[in-house]
């Protein structure tokens, strides 16, 4: 009889045990179904495009020592910074067709990158019932340059968008800026120079849509001349978007412009 006693208690305690694992199972399946999973805004990279407004406004920090009178915005409007600038107001009093400048390549010093810039491709996808434009990124080691947003030199918004951790990783260390940086944007020989005003780290997947679409105004025109770059962060998981906007500096701002490397290991990413 105290055998027999052992063996149910023993088996009692197996069934308990199972009945934990099941339970345990069951639970994890749960959990599994509820976790948000990826939708067509998750593409790594891409840019959801608003298809109307205009991109904030930056309010322009003070910058390195040698570059305290870069323009702010208002400036930047009335009197041109850049070369390209003084051209378009000129030609706009003589009525002369305005050229386009297409970002070909790009070049920023602190990071060590000297990359392509090519026109990026925009398509339409579906998310919860609705159709969305989105900027495909190239999948190769190049910047892609959205074309519906300005030419370089002129009053609006260029806007580059580039992958940090798949398909040649170009904007890998764009996180590294930091406010004054330089940024060297080129059209065929034409160099055109920008300074980073503002850095941001907006948080991205799993957001509802209108923070998205709140995150994606900053590719829209703005009223000033300024320099856009796009990417994901961090470079494991991609769940942030992270913005650089630079604005142009002249020339003479550029005598004696300090130059400090920023580049900073990658992590590994998981298998």
Known sequence: MFKFRIFLISVGGLLAGLGL???????????SD????????????????????????????????????LPNQAQSTAQPATGQGMVASTLLLTGTPMPTWVPDRIVIPAIQLDAPAVPATLRTIAYLGK????W?????????????????????????????NADGEVFAHLVDLQVGDLIVVY????????????????????????????????????????????TCWP???????????????????LKNYPLIPRLTPLPPLTP
């Open 21 to 31: 694992i099941i339970s345990l199972a069951a639970v994890t399946s749960s959990i």
């Open 187 to 230: 059209s065929g020989e034409r160099k055109f120079t920008y300074a980073v005003a503002l850095k941001m780290i907006l948080p991205e997947r799993n957001e509802p849509v209108d923070i998205r679409l709140q995150n994606a105004r900053w590719i829209l025109p703005s009223a000033d001349e300024r320099l856009t770059l796009l």
């Open 136 to 164: 495909k990124v190239p999948n190769f080691f190049a910047a892609g340059w959205a074309p519906t947003s300005a030419s370089l030199g002129v009053i609006g918004n260029t806007v580059l968008f580039g992958h940090h």
């Open 235 to 253: 470079y494991v998981s991609n769940t942030h978007r992270l913005i650089i906007v630079a604005i142009p500096i002249s020339a003479d701002n």
């Open 34 to 69: 509820i976790s948000p999973t990826l939708s067509p805004f998750d593409q790594t990279d891409d840019i959801i495009a608003p298809v109307d407004g205009t991109a904030p406004a930056v309010i322009v920090p003070t910058l390195h020592p040698v570059s305290t009178d």
């Open 131 to 134: 159709n969305y434009p989105q």
